[in-house]
């Protein structure tokens, strides 16, 4: 065998020996947790992740804002007169305004801003007394958008009127049963608040100015990069089924309309990812999507048609856990008539069906319950709870991971229930042991015994007729989970309790296990906590969950899924002992004297940015032997790698290249992006739609480009009153574009 192919192969045997011993090593090694934790006042009722993970904790009376180390930045009480957090039901998702779910605050930050909807605080008997002075069909209330600034001070607020239909007030006996059935929503870009409301978009400025309004809106507008703005038009009762877009730039001018022929798809969606999906058109990577009863389409930034996606029958929705991921893919569910389970198709981004429809069973319901990320369902089975043989026999459930694509079951892990609580329920607890239950929840009284109503209805026991000290206890059990899908651990809020019933205050006990789970992607349980007390909410970003428990603490903990040090550091002890010692060592002997090997270095020296494939196919070489090469010379710091996405690059060593060098270099070698950076050295301030325009290509590509560049740091983004956002080459960079467009 030829030397350098002799040397290939062995060097390919040490690697897949060190790679099988890094993965025993990583395999049997705990997880890496990392965390803070933070002490409030009162219970947290909902929480959510803003800019630079910035925690915005809601309470019924205030709000937290807490930085990624557990610091409070500020906290801020919310005046007497409003809620931002009632028992009230909200719009599903999209609907035709018959339909409602759990309500939650309606809030978004951005610039350090946090903009938040604020109700007006009223009673039932104050709610009716209005609907006998009404004049008409409908009951406006006062409320009112409240712009909470960086130091968590009120900046300015913004009236608003909410429409009521006054047919929803008359026969209420409990506020909990009021549905504001009217899509509300708040959404920013930094320098814009969009306002949603009785079917009118309304554009505010930083300062709290109205600029302008557009009515007769059927669903909130998305909003791209630029600050351009995309709405759907309410149906005209003479055209039911023409379905009108319409794009307008950040000042208010209609950039162009679209007609489609067709039905809007209407659905619910997860609660984590209403606020994302609870627009019409939506937007995604520089692309327009309407779901379609029969179907989807997919519309570029100028209204053309990109591809329309039909699908068998006609009550197609999108899927309510997870519409697009991370890769563009589509899911599209189809209900199988008369049963509980549906048909998933998955769509690409370039509109065509990547496998058969997948069949999915949600009898234990999706919204609540289950949770799905990039292709993969997490669904529940709950089969062990039932009759419970007493209060202390905890039922648990099963988490079971889906393959979309496949149609396969990937990995199961049953919870364990551990950490047992027992109480007495009493005045001060019942709150927190019933919290998280779907239905509503009436104060008991000591001394009386009531039957818990609540969900699930089938364990409910209701007795009438009984004396206090006849009552015979039935144990009933139910569960509480929620998932949270994060990038490389997979969260889960458990808690399995049980109680008994009929509940007598002061009397029936009740006994429960609660939790927070991290599993790998491969269902592995990665780290686990045990709570004693129960948890009133959570949410997750990235690798890092957040939950907040009755005793008023709020945590954050992050989990990687393995710790890699100790698999680290004995591969690079049998690396280093195989190249200090073996054969690398000795080609540091013959460094100079291989021709070869100093051809490839002047090559990168006359092409800088270069791959090992360039090499190889410019200079005839295999490219086994030009990455030996390569090898060699970075050892010896002749040249240096720069990890551009899926590309290695190489460049001269000896400090001929700063970082910010290497990164426009690398940039320029992709076509696109010269083309793109060449445009913006010449004509700095371009819009993303004068960009594409520029360089006749979509918006959607455009906007891929600068996100891009954004991300990496080499352009900067500014708001313009008239146009969204300019683009332009940092300084730091620009000298390095302006160089390279002279040498490429």
Known sequence: MR??????????????????????????SPAHVSGWEFQGSGVVQYMTVGENDTLYAFKSDSIYAIDNEGSLIWSYTVPEQWNIINSWQRPAYASDQSGTVESYPVADASSGYLYVLALPDFTLDSLKIQYYQASGPYVYLDAAVLAISPEGRLAWQLPLKIKINANDIIGLTDLKGFGMKQNIALRSDGSHLYVFNDNTETVIDRNGTALFTIGGVAR???????????????????????????????????LWDREIQGTVATQYVADDLWAQYN?????????????????????????????????????????????????????????????????????????????????????????????????????????????MSSVFSLGTEKITAYSVSTGTALWSYTLPVTNKQTVTLNESNVYDIFRGQSGGFDL??????????????????????????????????????????????????????????????????????????????????????????????????????????????????????????????????????????????????????NDNRNMVLSYIAGNPGVTAVDIARDMSLNVGTVRYHLLI?????????????????????????????????????????????????????LSNVEISRELNISTGAASRHMNELLSKGVVTKVPQADRGYAYSIKEEYRHYVTKMMDRL
């Not at 998305?222 to 319409?246: H, K, W």
């Not at 794009?247 to 001018?253: C, F, K, L, P, Q």
């Not at 007795?463 to 206090?468: E, I, R, V």
């Not at 990890?643 to 290497?662: I, V, W």
């Open 279 to 387: 627009c019409l058109p939506m937007y995604q990577n520089g692309t327009l999507y309407v779901p379609l009863t029969k179907g989807i389409v997919a519309l570029d930034l100028m209204g053309r048609t990109m591809w329309w996606r039909y699908l068998p029958g006609d009550s197609n929705t999108l899927f309510d856990l997870m519409p697009i991921d991370s890769a563009g893919n589509i899911y599209i569910r189809q209900p199988n008539p008369g049963s509980t389970t549906s048909s998933i198709y998955v769509i690409g981004p370039d509109g065509m069906t990547r496998t058969a429809p997948w069949q999915y069973d949600s009898k234990y319901g999706s919204l609540v319950h289950t949770a799905a990320k990039d292709g993969i369902v997490y669904n529940v089975d709950r089969a062990t709870f039932g009759t």
């Open 633 to 685: 010379l970075t050892i010896n710091h002749k040249i240096v790698e720069h990890k551009d996405d899926k590309y290695l690059r190489y460049f001269t060593n000896s400090n001929s290249y700063s970082m910010e060098e290497r990164a426009v270099v690398s940039l320029m070698k992709r076509e696109p992006m010269w083309r793109v950076l060449n445009t913006l050295a010449e004509k700095p301030g």
């Open 220 to 254: 909130p507008a998305s909003v791209d990069e630029d600050g351009n703005f995309y709405l759907m038009r309410t149906p005209q009762f003479d055209a039911p089924n023409t379905i009108r877009i319409e794009a307008y730039d950040a000042s208010g001018e209609k």
């Open 444 to 593: 008991l009284k000591a001394g009386d015994y009531y039957s818990q109503y609540s969900y699930p209805f089938e364990y409910t026991y209701p007795m009438t007729g009984a004396s206090y000290n006849d009552v015979a206890f039935t144990p009933v059990g139910w569960p509480d989970i929620s998932i949270y899908p994060g990038s490389d651990v997979v969260y889960v809020s458990f808690r399995s309790t049980t109680y008994e019933s009929p509940i007598i205050l002061n009397r029936s006990r009740a006994v429960y296990s609660s939790g927070i789970y991290a599993l790998g992607l491969d269902g592995r349980l990665v780290w686990e906590k045990q709570l004693s007390a129960p948890v009133t909410s959570a949410t997750a970003n990235n690798s890092t969950i957040y939950y907040s428990t009755g005793d008023g603490k709020i945590f954050g903990t992050s989990v990687n899924g393995v710790v890699v040090g100790i698999a680290l550091l004995s591969s690079l002890a049998i690396f280093f002992k195989f190249f200090v010692f073996g054969t690398v060592s000795r080609a540091r002997d013959r460094l100079d004297k």
């Open 3 to 28: 030397k350098p192919y002799l040397f290939e192969a062995t060097l390919a045997i040490v690697l897949i020996v060190l790679s099988t011993t890094m993965f025993l090593i990583v395999t049997a």
